[in-house]
């Protein structure tokens, strides 16, 4: 068959469901372009390719039977998807990017992967995450230079869905750890409302920030996924809790009018490649006047502090303890990150967490007037070398407010790609969905 | 006629739909009480005697007016009602007891004020609250014991309650500073789920932990205030957001079977007066098999400290620009407690609002199985002299919890009142008041 591995989520559905060809098909083309290339990429923490095989099988089996009954392939029959490795599974191991987790085995499957299974999907493997999801590089490679960083924290996702290893993938973000690896590896990643998708089994960094996210190779992609992750999580007080309109009919409806949107350089601008100032310039002009440059009241021009602080803070209470036990076992990244947390005032804190709900406020009003922000994904394209996984500025202001992110890859800098990033109202992911796709076919780079 | 200003609410409410009495004959006779006795109990901040009889004459003309076209009087028409100095009020100064507000005239009246207007209430005065609703002691005096603290924060509106300046009151609580009033004043306390009453208007201490309560002179008052002041108020995070069953139907409805109760000593029960403790116990041994002594699993036996991480961290964060920049008009006691909040690192606060999350879920597991908690409502009576307001570490637990809490005059210590409290499940105000009523009839003291 052949590169049936470069197939969007929702063609790879479809052939599968309509036995075009199968999901054993389907992992083996996977699995071939792992082998050919994840020696250099190195996208994977965990990956057993027989095990991925017998998945698939079981898959393929199990849509005969189905058929047989008369009865409709689940949404995401099998599809592979990758498991960030601070998800827990409970048939692979799930290290967290940390020598303090090394051969762990959950007991449990994380809510999103049960939810993955439920639908249908088949997970291929765990991919490689930063550190404990924080900012101490991985060994992942890019695909599109080897010798560029493919972003953090959620680095092989986006690695190996950008490389043809794996058809869809799952990410987290608290700083910018869905949206920069997607703009940095040059494809689509969606960073849902604050709580839309289940935390439970999932790594516990900042609970008041941290997002699972998914990445695909369309914004159809996005909205498939999302659509079989988007539940309510009872245990968590940070679960979204209002309505949850459908991704994927709300992504395909038809506009009868462009939408409104706000251009909004942000605190982060100055820290901007030039290169990066100019190409969403220049995106933002061929949007023509349904795109206003936009300023926000303070303290949005303190935001990137803000965030700072509250994951600052956050992460030392949850990783202190290990930190305290095992000083061993952490980088020295992360130690220095910590002992500058440790200086930070609760009632500091407590200001950053005030100042959120009046900036909250301030998007709820300006969302009345607008459908969608449109921001850089990223500083600038993907940096040279391994020491950081990139500057996270123009993703820790959205995650901060828990706004709904997508990032297209529609911008090419040095034959390198770069995101635009669309962020919508909270709760409003469908709109936001919707309203990148109209962003997608109209806005020319 | 005489005495009006002793009656409950419901009786003085009903009297006054009825044309028994006036408004006016009511606030005349309570205002015949502060003349007599105010200048030794001094429980009013702010009390203009003409303009109180204006009011309740308004009330009068408009109940005829009303009367005249059918109308049903509003539930509070003509009751007086006085609000702790801590809540905005557009036609008398609002000075939240502290000369850094001395003089200060609201621009609008809090929600709950409003609401209360709405239905028909006079609102008498504003009555004392400790600097800030903080620990500082007033200068109201506790009217069974001239000598002895009336509580605090919410002093004036305790003591001019009990004293029957007054028939019912709004206070704010945050450690303990509704129950406790209630408690060593020997009246009926309310303090509903966190969010249950509005707090937009309402001096902010402590954003997590602030609640608005009432004071009445039986358990009908309390839900006959409470029903008015439950609203959901959009602007803030806090405000409850489940359904709302009115109090008063809860109250009286009828159980077919006795409640099934748990007695938690709590971590404060050392600090109780061998007295306190000897009078709860005999008062639960009265309940018989109804009431079960229970413990709860850690982090209980440090919520107290947990509470006062929470409430000082907060307090800082919201009183630490006044202190400031005017520290000349802050206490020595509110700027000592400041200066250790100082020294409280933002993940120890971060640990104490997980904490919570844990033991808010404890909690929720044993309200499967029992309807409500009963504790001491204070560690004593109240204390001689005034240099504290009395201890707050029976009350800022379920403070802290966010859990409805009553408290009851049904225990007698030495001669003055001592307080029997009953919390609630989350969100369960209604069933707390009626399980306070069965308590209420059935135990003894």
Chains 1, 2 share one sequence.
């Not at 997607?182 to 089994?201: C, D, E, Q, V």
């Not at 206003?292 to 509250?310: G, K, N, R, Y």
């Not at 770069?418 to 969905?433: K, M, R």
Request: charged residues 20%; hydrophobic residues 40%.
């Amino acid at each position: 068959m052949g590169k049936l591995n470069e197939l969007t989520a929702v063609d790879a559905a479809a052939g599968i469901a309509a036995g075009d060809f199968t999901a054993e098909d389907l992992m083996a083309d996977c699995l071939d372009r792992v082998a050919a290339r994840d020696n250099e990429v190195e996208a994977w923490a965990y990956l057993n390719p027989n095990y991925a095989i017998r998945q698939a099988r079981d898959a393929d089996a199990a849509l005969k039977v189905q058929k047989a009954r008369g009865e409709k392939p689940a949404p995401l029959h099998g599809v592979p998807v990758g498991i960030k490795d601070v998800i827990d599974t409970v048939d692979m191991p799930t290290e967290n990017g940390s020598p303090a987790y090394q051969g762990r085995r959950p007991q449990a499957d994380a809510a999103c992967v049960a939810a993955l299974r439920a639908a249908g999907a088949v997970i291929m493997g765990k991919t490689v995450t930063t550190e404990l999801a924080n900012i101490a590089p991985s060994k992942t490679r890019n695909p599109h230079d080897l010798d560029r960083s493919p972003g953090g924290s959620s680095a092989g996702s986006g690695a190996g869905v950008a490389d043809g290893q794996v058809t869809l993938a799952l990410g987290t973000q608290t700083g910018g750890s869905v949206i920069r690896p997607a703009s940095f590896n040059g494809i689509h990643g969606f960073k849902p409302t604050l709580g839309m998708i289940p935390r439970s089994g999932v790594l516990m960094q900042s609970h008041t920030l941290d997002t699972v996210g998914v990445y695909g190779r369309s914004l159809e992609d996005l909205a498939l996924i999302a659509d079989v992750l988007s539940l309510p999580d009872p245990g968590d007080a940070h679960s979204y809790r209002g309505s949850r309109a459908p991704l994927m009919p709300g992504l395909r409806a038809e506009r009868e009018e462009p939408p409104r949107l706000a251009f909004i350089k942000t605190p982060a601008w100055p820290q901007a490649d030039d290169e990066a100032q100019k190409a969403i310039s220049a995106f933002v002009a061929s949007l023509g006047e349904t795109c206003v440059e936009t300023e926000m009241p303070a303290p949005f021009d303190d935001i990137l502090s803000l965030h700072a602080t509250v994951m600052a803070v956050e992460d030392l209470a949850h990783y202190g303890p290990l930190l305290e036990n095992s000083p061993e076992l952490v980088s020295d990244m992360l130690k220095s990150r910590m002992a500058e947390a440790e200086k930070i005032r609760g009632d500091d804190y407590v200001k950053a967490l005030l100042a959120r709900e009046k900036l909250q406020q301030d998007f709820a009003a300006l969302f009345e007037n607008i459908d969608a922000v449109i921001a850089l994904s990223a500083a600038g394209t993907a940096p040279r070398g391994f020491e950081t996984t990139g500057n996270p500025a123009f993703n820790g202001p959205w995650t901060y407010l828990g706004l709904p992110c997508v990032s297209l890859p529609l911008l090419t800098v040095s034959d390198m790609p770069l995101g635009v990033q669309v962020i919508g109202p909270f709760g409003a992911d469908a709109a936001t969905l919707n309203t990148a796709r109209w962003v997608e076919r109209n806005g020319t780079s």
